[in-house]
Structures are given as C-alpha cells and as structure tokens.
C-alpha cells in the first residue's frame, strides 16, 4: 500500500501527472454539465481532431500562444515578468494591418509583401514591451503593473482604429458597415501549408529553436541569467543591467507582436476590436507551465491550442459551455502549480 502511494504522490508531482489529473477533473466537471458525456466528448474531439480542418486550426491557435509564451520565458530568464503578451498582441496586429493596408508593401517581390508588416508588427510589439522596460530602468517602475496597463492602452487604440474614418475603418457602404478594416491585400496574406494551417507555424519552430540557443548558449543568455539571479551583483561586475533589461522586453515583446501579426495575415485578414480573444492572456499561462523551457512552450501551447478548439466544437454540437474548457485550463494550472509545491517539498524532506 505504502509503495503504490509513493508512486501516486511521485507522478501527482510531475508535470504530466498534473496535466493528467486536471483533465480528469476536467471531465467530471463535464459530465455534470453535458445532457450526455459522449456526445460532448465526441463534439469535443471533432472539434480539436476531427477533420484536417480542425487540426490545422487548432495548430493555428497553439503557434500564436507559443510565441507569447516564448516572450514570456524569455524576458523571465532576467526575472521579468511580462504579463502584457495581449497588448503586445493588439499593436503588432494593428500596426501589421496599418502597413499592409497604407503603404505599398503589398508590391513588394519575394515575398516582402508578407514579411514586411509582419516585421513591422514585432517591432511594434517590442516597442511597446521594451516602454515597459524603459519605465522600469529609469523609474523603477513594476514590469507587471505597466504591461498590464500598456496592454488595456493597446486594447483602446485598436477599438479607437476600427472605429475611426480617418484611422483604419473601413468605408461606410451602408448602416450595416461593421467597425472594422478593410481586408488586407492578398499579397500580405501569410500562405498556406494545408488550409487553415499557414506557414506561420514553421516560423513558431525556428523561433523556438532560436529562444532555446539564445537562453542556453549565447553570452547574451548567460548575462540574462545573471541580472535575473542577482542584479545587484551582476551590475557590479560591469553589466549594463538597463541596457540587458530593456533589450530582453524589446525581444519578448516582439514575438508578442509577431503573434499578432501572424492572427491578421495568416486567420482574419482584417483588424477588428477584441481580435486577440485573450490569446495574450493564455499565452502568459503557457509560458509560466513552461518553466523556462522553449520545447514545454511548445507542447503547452499544443494542449491549450487543441483544448480551446475542442471547446469550441463541444459548444456547437454538444452545447456545453465553452467556458469548461477555460476551468480545464484553470484545473491545469493550479495542478501544475501543485505539483511544483510537492516536488520542492519532496527535495527539502530529510534522507
């Protein structure tokens, strides 16, 4: 008895473990809610894999929080903490929509006519990070507090841009002319792999793998490391602390805004109030389960991708609320997060 409690407290601790058992919660709570587990289940699963559609949707879905989460461990590795993916989010969009939109760039050759409002949403996510960054070295301002608040700003301007004339609003054909852009040329419009799944995706692996070299075997990583662990210490020995700080923002919240960027080019093609749907916010939950690792970035934004379109299908075709999927999530933070607690007070237990 003794020997099989060991093990359930050994896999409860890990990672997997918790994912496990959250789920399970997961459907008991869903079970309580659907007039029939099985159709729910079944409307679930058509949702997130049932056709070749889903999968690329839901593939879609987990890049765009990979790269925030990606921000998130990065900036973490200097002891930041960027909680502002969403508005990093709304600029990158915003300003990706507004160059391909404004400018010619949809002429460009060789593709330029995507990469380059692409690249210019990540710069303009990064700005925007990297304000945060700015406020924190010269004014010593809390990272949290002002990219949350920069997040609500670029939530405003967005709304502000759809619902201008003179902004980004589309032209007024009638009264029933929604508040939002016009599309963008198909010249800046990301290709597709295998409808809906764009080429995005590939871009999301070479960030994970570039995030992953930076971290782990760059001087620029190493010296990240060293303000996050002691920024006292590592300013005494002669680093530039202010620089390393508000360039790390800068990059964190440039893949932000390429997140953004890619959900104009490569899903909805037009710029509208609300289109980053709490995709920041998820982000964030991705890049903390991470635990600073890039390829865990991955394989939580794969579940969290999966579980929102399967919550989507199961509210369709089994009409149980979305929002389980979002206690799911919620059941898979807290289980990791205890998972956490037991393995730190299992190392701390006496032999």
Not at 61 to 84: H, Q
Not at 147 to 155: E, M, R, Y
Not at 260 to 280: C, P, V
């Amino acid at each position: 008895m003794k020997a099989a409690s060991d093990m359930l407290h050994r896999f409860a601790a890990s990672s997997a473990g918790a994912v496990v058992l959250a789920m399970a919660a997961g459907l008991l709570l869903m079970s309580a809610l659907a007039p029939s587990l099985p159709v729910a289940l079944s409307a679930f699963a058509q949702g997130a894999v049932g056709t070749p559609y889903a999968i690329g949707a839901s593939v879609n879905r987990a890049a765009v929080l990979a790269l925030v989460g990606l921000g998130f461990i990065l900036a973490f590795r200097a002891n930041l903490t960027n909680i502002g993916g969403e508005g990093q989010m709304a600029m990158g969009g915003l300003i990706a929509t507004a160059v391909a939109l404004r400018t010619d760039a949809g002429t460009l050759p060789f593709g330029f006519g995507i990469v380059f409002p692409a690249l210019a949403g990540a710069l303009a996510g990064g700005l925007w990070a990297a304000l945060a960054g700015w406020l924190k070295v010269k004014r010593g301002t809390n990272e949290v507090i002002s990219t949350l608040l920069l997040s609500f700003v670029a939530l405003w301007l967005v709304y502000w841009s759809v619902h201008s004339d003179a902004l980004l609003r589309q032209p007024r054909t009638s009264s029933t002319s929604l508040p939002e852009s016009e599309d963008i040329p198909s010249a800046a419009m990301i290709a597709m792999l295998s409808a809906p799944l764009h080429q995005g995706a590939l871009v999301v692996l070479a960030a994970a793998v570039v995030v992953y070299v930076v971290m782990a075997h760059t001087v620029w990583g190493i010296r990240l490391q060293a303000i996050g662990l002691n920024a006292a210490a590592a300013r005494r020995s002669g680093l530039s602390t202010g620089g390393l700080t508000i360039g790390v923002m800068l990059a964190s919240g440039a893949l932000g805004g390429l997140a953004g960027a890619f959900m104009i080019q490569g899903e909805q093609y037009n710029l509208k109030a609300g289109f980053t749907s709490g995709y920041g916010f998820d982000g964030l939950v991705v890049g903390l389960l991470a635990r600073g690792s890039a390829p865990a970035v991955l394989l939580f934004a794969l579940l969290f991708g999966f579980l929102r379109s399967g919550g989507i299908g199961m509210e369709i075709g089994a009409g149980v609320p979305s929002a389980v999927v979002l206690t799911m999530q919620g059941l898979v933070i807290l289980a990791v997060a205890g998972a956490e607690f037991l393995r730190l007070r299992q190392e701390r237990r006496p032999a």
